[in-house]
């Protein structure tokens, strides 16, 4: 009876441009520090955009009444792809123009937000060309996409790596089935690479039930995982403390305000650590957001154009 996944704009896995050369890119540095955020009690909320359309900066639009917290503690770009190079046969991270342009811009696009205490992270889609993160040939393989995905954070000065293990179709341009090894080599590599930053699960998708292989079990290598189906309550499976877990999904203006309500006041009920949103757009949407803010921290959200 759930919606599956998002009413998302796919033109944002269509429209390709390769990634600009990692090797030349110097590592990124995060401007001035993160100035520390007002003290906020509760969950972490956590926001999707769709940067084809909206900008990331509206993440940082929303505080508290109560205190001048930000609302939202973790911004989403959506989304990066996995691509399928036919004459390396070999997965390739690509960004569209418009996730080109956020990256680009991260001075403007993501410094503001990370100066104001939230963490950006990257988001990597499927683009139906066979290329997945449940199908890597080989452990090197798996690796190879790790050091891109890290470069990229290096490179942009971002926070993390989101996974959404959707979209990929399997076996197209000649590519394997999903296979038990290859989201744990990745996660594994990746967790080397960047030890101190964020890797998510947006739990669906093969790769999400595939998390052990040769005694490894890579759940508590993630940050955070959230349920994939919005206006549903759905605990993630996986072995990760409840604090680390968003059972609870709303799409911004696509869930009601109601349900969005209901889901806050369960997540703290039940003593649920994360939150998660999707969607949010240009517009004031205070309303929406204060109606599990109340429940959340006890307080109305406040919309700064």
């Not at 009690?41 to 001048?68: C, D, I």
């Not at 199908?135 to 959404?164: C, E, H």
């Amino acid at each position: 009876m759930f919606t599956l996944v998002r009413s998302r704009i796919r033109t944002a896995t269509l429209a390709l441009s390769a990634i600009t050369a990692l090797a030349l890119g110097a590592t990124a540095t995060t401007g001035a520090a993160a100035a520390p955020a007002p003290a906020k009690q509760g969950p972490t909320s956590v926001a999707y955009v769709e940067v084809n359309n909206n900008s990331m900066l509206n993440v940082g639009k929303y505080t508290l009444a109560n205190g001048g917290g930000n609302v939202f503690d973790v911004a989403v770009i959506f989304a990066a792809n996995i691509n399928y190079d036919t004459g390396t046969k070999a997965a390739t991270l690509y960004f569209n123009e418009n996730v080109q342009r956020v990256l680009d811009n991260a001075a403007t696009q993501i410094r503001p937000l990370q100066q104001k205490g939230i963490k950006v992270v990257l988001s990597v889609l499927g683009n139906h060309q066979g290329a997945g993160f449940a199908n890597f040939p080989s452990r090197q393989a798996a690796s190879t996409f790790a050091k891109q995905l890290s470069d990229t954070v290096a490179k942009y000065g971002l926070d993390g790596i989101d996974f959404d293990d959707e979209y990929a179709d399997y076996g197209n341009n000649g590519t394997g089935q999903p296979n038990a090894s290859s989201f744990v080599y990745l996660v594994s590599a990746l967790r080397a690479n960047m030890p101190d930053k964020i890797i998510s699960l947006y739990n669906i998708g093969p790769a999400a039930s595939r998390l052990s292989y040769g005694g490894v079990d890579v759940s508590s290598k993630f940050d955070y995982a959230w349920n994939p189906y919005y206006g549903s309550w759905q605990v993630p499976g996986i072995a990760l403390p409840k604090s680390k877990l968003s059972p609870a999904a709303v799409e911004i203006g696509g869930t009601s305000q109601s349900t969005a309500a209901a889901l806050a006041r369960r997540t703290v009920s039940e003593g649920y650590g994360v939150y998660l949103t999707y969607n949010l757009d240009g517009a004031d949407r205070s309303a929406d957001v204060s109606a599990f803010t109340r429940e959340l921290y006890g307080s109305d959200a406040h919309y700064t154009p």
